[in-house]
C-alpha cells in the first residue's frame, strides 16, 4: 500500500475516500479536513479567541493540536468531573499536554467545588450522561464568558455525530433533530458559539492522528459510560460503513444540507425551535446564566440534589 | 414464559410489544396487527377484490392466509421469474398453498414471455434485483387492471420496510422517502393502489405465523440477492432492535406520521413529486401501460435486453 500522495510507505488506507497515506501525508490530511470543515461551517475566523473543552482523550486533544498547527489562538479548559481515578487521569493527561506545548490550560474541578458527577447523578437519581451533559454545557459556557472568548470548541467527531443522529432518526426527535449541527450561533452576548471541527474526521481517523503524532492520551473509556447507547448505534453505523465505505459521512453532510427544510418542517409542526423549552430565553435567577428555563437545567439539577456549587 | 392473553405456556415471546403468546393467541395477535394496518392506513374494504402478490415465501403466503382468514375475497398471482431451479421451488409451494385453500392463483412465467429475469439483467446489464423490481411492478399492475382488482398486496414486512428506510436515510433519498408509505394511492384507472399489510410485523413473527399455522414455504433465500444492501440495512437494524426493543417499530411508524411534513421540505427543494420522473403522467407508447416516462420503464428495459414479451 503506498501513499497517493507522495507515492512512499501508506501507514492508514482511508476507504471512505478511497485513498491512503504515509504519516506526514496523513497529517496534512486532517489539517486539510479540520480547515474544510472550519471554512464549510463558517466556524471561526483568525481573529476569533477560541477555548477548546479538552477531557484528555484522543479527540479532544488532536483537536487542541490542529487548531494549534494551524495557527489559531486557543486555550484549553479541563472540567475534573470527579469520577474517581478515571478523572485524575484524564486531567493528568490535558495538563501534560499543556505543559509539553506551554500553553495555557484552565481546569475547573467539581469535586472542589462539591458537586462530583457521579454524587450529582445519585443524588438526583438521573442518569449519568445526562447530568454529565448538563454540567459540561454550563461551565464550557461559563467559562469561555469569564474568559472573553467567542467560540468553545468540542473533539465531536464524524461517528459521535453520525451516531447521534441515528439515534434521534431512530425516534424522530425533531426537536433535537433541528438542533443538530456542526456550529451553534451564538445567542445575544449569553451564549458564545459552539462548534466542532472533527466533524469530517472518524474515530478511527482521529486515534490514528493522535498516535502518530505521538499524543499521550487516556486510552479508557469513561466508567459511567458503560452499556450507553450511542455505542450501539456506532456498531451498527460501523456495519453499514465496513460494506459501504463513506455511509457515515454521506448520512451526516446529506443530514446537514437538508437541515434548514427538516427544521421548517419541523416548525410547522411544532412552531419554531425554542418554544417548547418553557418559554423564551432568559437568565437563570440562580445563577445568572444564558436559559430558557428558570432556574436553569443547571441549578435545577444541583437544587434537586443538594449539593449547590461551592 | 405463559402467554400474557390465557395462561397457558407460551410460545413465542415478543420484547417489542413485553409480551408473550401461546399459538392460538399468537395468531390473533397477528390477526390484529394486520387488521390494525388495513384500519389505520385505509388500504382496502370489504367490498375490494385483492390481488394478493405470493412468490412462495413465509411473508406472501402469510398474507394470503391471513388475509383469508379475515374474510376478505383475494385471489393470488404468482410470478415466475425464470430464476433456475429456484423458480421452480418457489412456484410449486404458491400452487400447492393454492390447492389445498382451494382458492385461485394465477401463475405468470417470465421464462415462457422469453424474459426470465437473469437473462434481461445479463442483457441489459442492469443490477438483477432493480431488473427484478421492474418486471414484478410491471406485471403486478397489469394483472391487477386484466383481473378488475382494485389493490395489490404484498408481502412486505416491518423488517423490509426498516430497512428500505434506513437505506434511503443514510443517502438521503428524498424521492425515495417521499414514496415510501405502507399505501401508495391509485392513479387513475391506470394503476391500481398497492398496500403492505404486514408493515406492523416483523420477520420474525411472520416467519413464527407460517410455521405455527403449517404454511409450507419456501425457506431458501433467492440466490440473486446474494450480498444485497437490504440484508446490511437489516443486519443494524437488528443490533439496535436487540437492546432497544421496538426501535424498528418506532423508526418506521415515526416516519409514516411525519411522512407528509418530510414530503413537503422535499418539494421545497425539488417540486412535487413525480415531475422529477420526466413529465407528467400517460401511458407508454409500447405497451399501453400507465407511465411517467414512454416508453415505460419495463419497455425500456426489455428494449435495451433485446428481449421483447411473447
Known amino acids: 500500500m503506498k501513499c497517493r500522495r507522495c507515492g512512499k510507505r501508506a ?7 478511497h485513498t491512503a497515506f504515509c504519516r506526514d501525508c496523513f497529517i496534512l490530511y486532517v489539517h486539510r479536513q479540520v480547515r474544510r470543515a472550519i471554512a464549510e461551517y463558517r466556524m471561526f475566523s483568525r481573529e476569533d479567541k477560541i477555548l477548546v473543552c479538552v477531557s484528555g482523550g484522543k479527540d479532544s486533544l488532536a483537536l487542541w493540536d490542529i487548531l494549534l498547527s494551524l495557527g489559531y489562538e486557543c486555550h484549553g479548559l479541563h472540567l475534573d ?7 485524575e487521569r484524564s486531567r493528568m493527561k490535558a495538563v501534560e499536554f ?22 450529582l447523578a445519585k443524588k438526583s437519581r438521573r442518569p449519568e450522561c445526562s447530568v454529565c451533559g448538563t454540567v459540561k454545557r454550563h461551565f464550557f459556557n461559563k467559562a469561555a464568558l469569564e474568559g472573553g472568548y467567542k467560540v468553545v ?9 453520525a451516531a447521534r443522529l441515528l439515534g434521534n432518526i431512530l425516534h424522530w426527535q425533531w426537536e433535537y433533530l433541528a438542533k443538530q449541527r456542526p ?12 462548534v466542532e471541527p472533527l466533524c469530517r474526521l472518524s474515530e478511527r481517523e482521529s486515534a490514528a492522528y493522535a498516535i502518530l503524532t505521538g499524543i499521550d492520551y487516556i486510552l479508557e473509556e469513561c466508567p459511567m459510560s458503560k452499556g450507553a447507547t450511542s455505542i450501539r448505534y456506532k456498531h451498527a453505523l460501523n456495519i ?5 465505505p463513506g455511509a457515515k ?4 453532510t446529506g443530514f446537514i444540507k437538508n437541515l434548514p427544510r427538516l427544521s421548517r418542517a419541523w416548525e410547522d409542526l411544532h412552531g419554531a425551535i425554542g418554544e417548547d423549552s418553557g418559554g423564551s430565553f432568559s437568565r437563570c435567577s440562580e445563577c445568572g446564566s444564558a436559559s430558557f428555563t428558570d432556574p436553569c437545567n443547571f441549578c435545577r439539577l444541583t437544587i434537586e440534589s443538594g449539593l449547590r456549587p461551592r
Do not use: W
Not at 240 to 244: I, N, Q, T, V
Open 183 to 194: 456550529v451553534l450561533p451564538p445567542v445575544s452576548d449569553l451564549l458564545v458559539r459552539k
Open 81 to 87: 468531573l470527579g469520577i474517581d481515578g478515571y478523572s
Open 11 to 17: 501507514v492508514i488506507d482511508i476507504k471512505a475516500h
Open 98 to 119: 499543556a505543559q509539553k506545548r506551554g500553553c495555557t490550560l484552565r481546569v475547573i474541578s467539581m469535586e472542589e467545588m462539591g458537586i462530583p458527577v457521579p454524587k
Open 249 to 252: 459521512m454521506s448520512f451526516y
Open 240 to 244: 453499514l460503513e465496513d460494506s459501504m
Open 153 to 161: 470548541a468540542t473533539g465531536h467527531n464524524l461517528d459521535d455525530e
